[in-house]
């Protein structure tokens, strides 16, 4: 505990300096940020070689749904100039302890594996603040926090200004749609879609959210532009099983419904298809089989 004094970090020294008897939120920072002081998320204040920290889910609460596994992996050189590592165990309400011989330590990218409707899906764990990775002495205790964020803006995003249709910017689901330059069924080229049409994605959840969320329906709109420069993608959406449907709106008022093939259905297109929770080999995260429509 920080009791009620001012505390001052010397840079020179690296050592910390009491200078008065006011408490400042600051200084709580600085001492987790140079590795020790109390785990803002537990209270929990680390020994000398110890290392403490908690997982939680974005809104500060434990890790949700079907739990297999959490990896948090801790490197480093022991004062006696050897290579350690060790690998904590996370208990339940997502807090862990380790003990460490005495040296410097960082973390490896840390992980949560959670089983959902028969598959097994790994997500990273985004760390809190930016000495995870760092030389961190552990005799003056390690704190490190690790959050689960199911969707919204991943570290990459928020340093490239968050582009909507880039699903690297987003931790969500990401579902790959497409308009289609030629249907098979006919064998002929599909209705034009004029220039400025407002096409809008409905979403109907088939369940809940891998974590565990009730979800409800959501709709994406998109303005078509033409075949070469559209991109529809929906990205950024809760982990689930869904129902998909869609309409398009004409510039001059007409609406039609989007006819739409998902995997399996080639070549034919229906009205609704069903998107799945998958490994996409492609983006490197969740995501669900590409989806092409057309206009009815």
């Not at 910390?16 to 803002?40: H, N």
């Not at 050897?82 to 005495?102: F, L």
């Not at 690790?146 to 991943?154: A, D, E, L, Q």
Request: glycine share 12%; with cysteine.
């Amino acid at each position: 505990m920080l009791g009620q004094k001012l505390i001052r970090w010397r840079r020179r020294s690296g050592k910390i300096q009491i200078v008065g008897r006011k408490t400042y939120a600051a200084a709580a920072l600085v001492l987790a940020s140079c590795g020790g002081g109390a785990d803002e998320a537990t209270g929990v204040v680390p020994a000398a070689n110890g290392i403490v920290g908690k997982v939680t889910m974005e809104d500060g609460g434990p890790p949700r749904g079907e739990i297999k596994d959490i990896a948090i992996s801790v490197y480093g050189v022991s004062d006696a100039a050897e290579k350690v590592s060790y690998s904590p165990a996370v208990k339940p309400d997502g807090t862990y302890q380790q003990k460490v011989a005495g040296g410097q330590y960082g973390f490896h990218p840390a992980r949560i594996t959670v089983l959902y409707n028969g598959g097994e899906f790994t997500f990273p764990l985004e760390p809190v603040g930016p000495l995870w990775n760092k030389n961190r002495d552990a005799a003056e205790g390690i704190v490190q926090d690790f959050v689960w964020r199911v969707t919204g803006p991943t570290p990459y995003g928020r340093s490239e200004g968050l582009d909507p249709g880039n699903h690297t910017h987003w931790y969500g689901m990401s579902i790959n749609l497409r308009a289609d330059g030629w249907r098979n069924d006919i064998n002929a080229a599909p209705t034009a879609i004029p220039v400025g049409t407002k096409l809008v994605f409905t979403l109907k959840p088939g369940g809940k959210s891998i974590d565990g969320r009730d979800l409800e329906t959501m709709t994406f709109e998109r303005t078509y532009s033409d075949q070469t420069a559209f991109d529809p993608d929906i990205n950024d959406i809760p982990p689930a099983p869904y129902e998909l449907t869609g309409k398009a709106t004409l510039p001059d008022g007409t609406t039609k419904p989007l006819l739409l093939q998902g995997p399996g259905d080639y070549p034919n297109y229906k009205a609704t298809v069903a998107i799945v929770v998958a490994k996409d080999a492609i983006l490197g995260k969740l995501g669900s089989p590409p989806c092409t429509f057309v206009i009815e």
